[in-house]
């Protein structure tokens, strides 16, 4: 029953946010559009901030669930960006809003957890330390994240495949090549 609240929670914000801003949405306007009281809410959510978190959440599960190895990441980052689209209202309002970090937080989570998979996948036969394995993950995941952030800013008008496109052909061969040169059995390493 408490997944059922909260998905009603949710559903009544992003309803809202096709009406006014994030930082204008009060925990009276959600529970008045839910049907619900105030203790409710808060039983569920310390705030708006975290009902918004937990919608960022449920999102990144739905979006990346399977999609985490080196021949699905294009479709996982495309599920990702398609999400983004289906969710502008709450995307934008949380990204123009106080809770901007929260979108980058949001995102460099997704990320973070494709990237591991495909390089964990990749760095099955080539010995790495795991400091140079996570630096490998982060250097990805700002450049993906990166380039999300740029491509909202810009109001999300380029096609998704578009960008997938582009950086599948940068990041083809490169995370081999970059595992191949963190590798720790090399000579002189």
Same mark, same amino acid.
């Given at each position: ?88 209202? =709450? ?8 809770? &901007? #970090? +929260?979108? %980058? $937080? ?40 990166? =380039? ?8 999300? &008008? #380029? +096609?998704? %495949? $578009? ?27």
């Amino acid at each position: 029953m408490s997944q059922v609240t909260k998905r009603a929670l949710a559903a009544s914000l992003i309803k809202l946010l096709s009406q006014k801003p994030l930082d204008k949405v009060t925990v009276k306007d959600i529970i008045e559009d839910c049907g619900v009281n105030r203790q409710t809410f808060y039983y569920h959510f310390k705030d708006i901030y975290d009902l918004v978190d937990w919608i960022f959440l449920q999102m990144a599960s739905e979006y990346l669930e399977g999609k985490e190895t080196y021949e699905t990441w294009q479709q996982g980052f495309t599920q990702i960006l398609y999400g983004i689209l289906k969710n502008r209202k =709450l995307i934008m309002n949380a990204y123009n809003s106080l809770s &901007r #970090e +929260q979108v %980058e $937080n949001f995102l460099y989570a997704m990320t973070y957890d494709l990237l591991r998979g495909v390089v964990e996948e990749e760095a099955k036969e080539v010995s790495i330390r795991e400091e140079d394995e996570k630096f490998i993950i982060d250097f990805y995941k700002y450049a993906f994240v990166g =380039l999300t952030i740029d491509w909202i800013k810009k109001g999300m &008008r #380029e +096609q998704p %495949e $578009n960008l997938i496109e582009r950086l599948s052909v940068l990041i083809k061969g490169d995370v081999n090549r970059a595992l191949e040169r963190f590798r720790t059995d090399r000579q002189g390493h």
